[in-house]
Each structure stands twice: as C-alpha cells, then as structure tokens.
C-alpha cells in the first residue's frame, strides 16, 4: 500500500529543536544600602538648616527664627564593621533671634575643629571626639545635629525595591543651660532610581514622627517646650560611593510653650524646619 505523502511542516511531527524556547525570568536586582567602605573615601558636604518658631501672645507673636549654612569634608575609613572618619567644617555663616530677642551672626571665627566620629553600617552616629561649639553657634546649631546630618539610616543589608525600614533616633544638645532632645520615628522606603549626570542614585523616601522638648534657661528667659509633628524627606543614595548625595527634608511641628519667668504659659506653638544637604565633589 501506498502511503500519502506529508506536504506541510505543520504535519510533521514536532521535535525537540523546533519546541519554543523556555523564557528565564531573571531574579529581582537588590541593592544593600549600607556604611560599608572597602577603602579610604573623600566627601564635601554643602549643609542648610534653617528653624522657624512662633509663639502666639495675647500682646503680638513672639517670632525665633535661625539658619546656618556650612560646608564639611569627610575622610572615611574602614574600621572593622564600621566606618571611621573626620568631619572639618571649612566654611560656616549663619543668623537668628534668640527666644530673649537679642540677634546671633556667626562666620569663619566660629569653625570648629576637625570631630572624629564613627558611624555604623545602619548610619548610627558616635561623636568620639567633639570640637568645642562657641557659645553663638550652639544657638544656631549643636554638635549632635549638626553631625548626624551628614549620614542616613540605612538597612544595612540587600533589599528589593518598595522594602521598608524604621528607625529611631534620638539627638539631645545644650546651649547655655537650654537643653533639646528630639525623638524621631523614621519610616523609609527605596522607591525608585533617578540618574542625575550619568550616576544612578537610590531614591529613598522617608516620614518621620517627631517629638521635641526644650527645657532650661537663656540669658535671661525660662523656657519650657513641648512640640510634636511630622516630617517627609528625600534621600538620594549613591550605592557605588556608599554616601548620600542629596538628602531635603521638611518639618511641620505644633505644640505649647511656658515662659515662667514672663508669667507666660501654654503659649501655641508652631515650628517649620528646613534642610539640604548636597555632595559637592
């Protein structure tokens, strides 16, 4: 008997060379957002921190208002699981008003010296040696603010974007027998990339609950603070540096404050900070 022939490939039964090929889902890309230098690294830092205050009276608003503007090198090193480094302020100017009205300018006499701290790979922050803060400066910024700035909280290990981290941090200064502590609750999220000239940086956005007190004593004016309120930031990450490159932040806080010594108490209280930090180099 004669067979029929087979005049189309699609009678021909299939092979293994003409199956369609299996596609691969390639694995999510992590990154591990951490202080974990290899070598020694070099940054220069532009810092603007600014605070505005308004106390409501029965007579008219009492306003304290202060921003400081400073630029900062940082020499890194590995030591151990941490990072180890200076941080020298090279330029510094500043203005304000006190809560006792009197007015504060600061410039290049006020430079500290260089502060050696050590920051962990979660961005935690251990002054280990602090320069001396003039009496005029302190008004405008302490030390403990000042240096923490120049880190971000971090993980610490390999994460996938839209993972969340929190993180609680807590910065007490003095200035004159005034003493303020600030207590943050900061919740973070890598959410996307951008390139900026040809990096591609990490976007981290961030809110924060914050709770400040203010306790203690001016020149001349008592004060007790109490101020609650929330803050969004934006970080920008550079993984291949490990440092920030850009970090903003704003800050809206409310509360009451006591002026015993004007016979003044649970005046309203209002508070908006602002703050940039930029990688120069």
Known sequence: M??????????????????PPTSEVAPPRGIV???DLLAPAQAMYDLIDSTHITLQSSDQPVEVFVAARAT??????????????????????????????????????????????????????RIVKEPAFSDELRKLMGPNRMYQSF????????ILRGAKWTDTISISDENQGLVSRTLRIVTSVWDRDTTIAGRVLNVIESRSIIMARVRGSTPGVEIEQNLAGESTSTTLWHSARRLIYEHSERASLSGSTDLPSAGLRALPTSATTWQMLRLRN
């Open 72 to 125: 900062a090198e940082l020499d890194l090193r590995p030591a151990g699981d941490d990072v180890r480094g200076g941080v020298r302020v090279t330029a510094l100017a500043g203005t304000g008003n006190t809560y006792a009205g009197s007015s504060v300018n600061i410039g290049a006499d006020e430079i500290p010296d260089v502060a050696e701290v050590i920051v962990s790979r979660h961005g935690q922050v």
């Open 2 to 19: 004669r067979m029929p022939a087979l005049s189309r490939t699609s009678d021909l039964p299939p092979t293994a060379g003409s199956l």
């Open 151 to 158: 880190f971000a909280r971090l993980p610490g290990r390999e």
């Open 33 to 35: 957002p951490a202080y």
